[in-house]
């Protein structure tokens, strides 16, 4: 069914089967939610929500019954844990039935890192994923083809799953807050290889901190467009519409 834009002219609605985010607001500003078996990109610099972005994905989906499978490079899982039981993010109960997994893997001591995380899917049959960050695969990969052919490979290995997938990455930024360069990802080529990219902001210090989050790109999908205000409180992540 057609929708009606705000000069009257209507737009089509995509028949994409839609996967709720978890974030409070953000649905409503890509068309009721992810495309299901999507692989969406996170980036943004320090300190900018990416993980409790992750958590709060990841946990939708368990209260609706949905196995996921959270694959971290580099932070510990009990640290998440911990971190994230601010929000009400109790991923122990669900560890205990079954139906979600921690897992941490080093980049440097596994060549495969795809066959590891499809293997922590299947054990499971997840429906939700998170990468983070997909950054570190290619940390000292000097040839940005072989670089991007590694990260494609990757990614097609997760959608021939079916899951819906978020990975994540970082963008370098300055004391104050603002991106250096013009690539939306560490490693520069994630952004392309994604169905989707969300970039999450920080600006100020102390008591005048903001976050924002910008949907720069979502496949199959009439998004939003404009810079939203993001906040962190109680919940986990809210957006509002600007």
Sequence with gaps: MPRKTDSGSKVPVSSAERVSTGIHGLDELIEGGFVKGATILITGGTGTGKTTFCCQFIYEGLKNGEPGVYITLEEDPEDIKEDVKRYGFEFE??????????VYQNPFEVSDIASTVVNAINSINAKRVVLDPISLVGMYMKDPAVLRKRLFDIIRMLKKTGATTIVTSEILDNEIGEHVGGSL??????????DGVIVLSIFGIGE?????????KMRRTKHSTDTNPMEMGGNGITISKQ
Excluded: Q
């Design 93 to 102: 109960k669900y560890e205990k039935e079954g139906i979600f997994k921690f």
């Design 185 to 194: 990802s560490r490693d520069g080529v994630s952004e392309f290889i994604a």
């Design 208 to 216: 005048g901190i903001s976050r924002s989050i910008i949907i720069r």
